[in-house]
């Protein structure tokens, strides 16, 4: 799927796809943009994708979990290259800082009033009768006999 083909989506849709509004969706782009310019500033061999597709393919992956496989079917490129374009994808927008969630200090220094649903989800043994010898010994008993 190219980008060119979501530009005709609207908001919602676009949002359900992806997983991100069109304005976060273009500021990613924007902060992708201005990395690849950096990146090819020397020269060197242009990428086969775009931007913004290499960009709508993260946003797939981290929404729908497919597997490197079907990404790399999807867009024809190879396994480890969709593995490469992800990982310069996710950190340069978490290099940019603008896309990153705050840490565990900021979040205590806070002055957020936090409300805690706990969930107990420890694990249980099924009830099943037990299996004794005792039941199985006495036909085995009267079978040898």
């Not at 992708?32 to 090819?40: D, G, S, V």
């Not at 931007?51 to 024809?76: G, I, K, N, W």
């Amino acid at each position: 799927m190219e980008y060119n083909k979501l530009k005709m989506l609207k908001a919602g849709k676009f949002r359900r796809l992806t997983g991100v509004k069109r304005g976060t969706f273009l500021k990613m782009l924007a902060v992708l943009e201005a990395a690849e310019a950096k990146k090819r500033w020397h020269g060197g061999r242009p990428p086969k994708m775009a931007v913004a597709d290499r960009l709508l393919m993260t946003l797939t992956y981290l929404r729908e979990y497919r597997t490197f496989f079907h990404l790399s079917q999807s867009y024809d490129i190879s396994e480890s290259v969709c593995f490469r374009i992800m990982r310069w994808v996710e950190n340069t927008l978490m290099q940019s800082g603008r896309f990153r969630l705050p840490g565990k200090k900021a979040l205590l220094a806070a002055d957020t009033i936090f409300d805690v649903v706990l969930v107990d989800a420890t694990e249980t043994p099924v009830e099943r009768p037990k299996k004794s010898n005792d039941a199985a010994t006495p036909a085995r008993k009267s079978a040898i006999r």
